[in-house]
């Protein structure tokens, strides 16, 4: 354990270089909105390429015959759907509002859910309706859904930015 720590102040460049490059795309994202969610939508396609890829050279490795042929379909579907995507900057940012938007969908579904399990409680039955309210205008509403998106990740990006130059610094002392 002791080497381990011992080894950990060498790398406090790399938290500290994290956090710069988190802290600059964030800025971006938050000045240049609308070119920061196509910066995204091309993020998400690439992200789904390379784990195509990845799968591909696991099922190559991984010589378990049950299951190396679903893992290649799997990779292969991947691998398409992430050229695809790559491609068609506009079809990915509709991909990526439409996930975040059911996703707030079924979050506020699920509040009002449990605002029934505790009983009467307007509290949260309200917060459920406005959360589901909330993710219907992001899949429906284009703009307000990219926005709202890119504020969100440009938001987290410079907090977790910070943190990592805050934590590259200690590292570094």
């Keep these: 354990m002791e080497s381990i720590v011992s080894r950990r102040p060498r790398y406090w460049w790399v ?3 994290q956090g710069i490059i988190l802290l600059a795309l964030g800025i971006y994202m938050l000045f240049a909105p ?5 910066t995204l939508g091309f993020l998400f396609g690439l992200a789904i390429l390379v784990t195509g ?3 591909m050279i696991r099922v190559v490795r991984d010589h378990d015959q049950a299951s190396r042929a679903w893992h290649m379909l799997l990779g292969v579907i991947n691998i398409i759907l ?5 491609g068609h900057i506009g079809t990915s940012e509709t991909i990526l509002r439409i996930i975040l938007g059911l996703w707030f969908v079924f979050s506020g579904v699920s509040l009002m859910s ?4 505790t009983g009467p409680n307007w509290l949260l039955s309200a917060g459920g ?3 589901v309210l909330f993710g219907l205008a992001i899949i429906f509403k284009p703009i307000f859904g990219a926005v709202t998106i890119d504020l969100l990740i440009s ?3 410079i907090v977790t930015g910070l943190f990592e130059v805050v934590l590259g610094y200690r590292l570094k002392r």
């Excluded at 992430?82 to 790559?86: F, K, N, S, Y």
């Excluded at 449990?114 to 399990?117: D, K």
């Design 15 to 17: 938290f500290m270089l």
């Design 53 to 55: 890829i990845f799968e």
């Design 129 to 131: 309706v406005i959360v």
């Design 114 to 117: 449990f605002s029934r399990l």
């Design 155 to 157: 938001i987290s990006f």
């Design 34 to 38: 609308i070119s920061g969610f196509a």
């Design 82 to 86: 992430g050229i695809i995507l790559v």
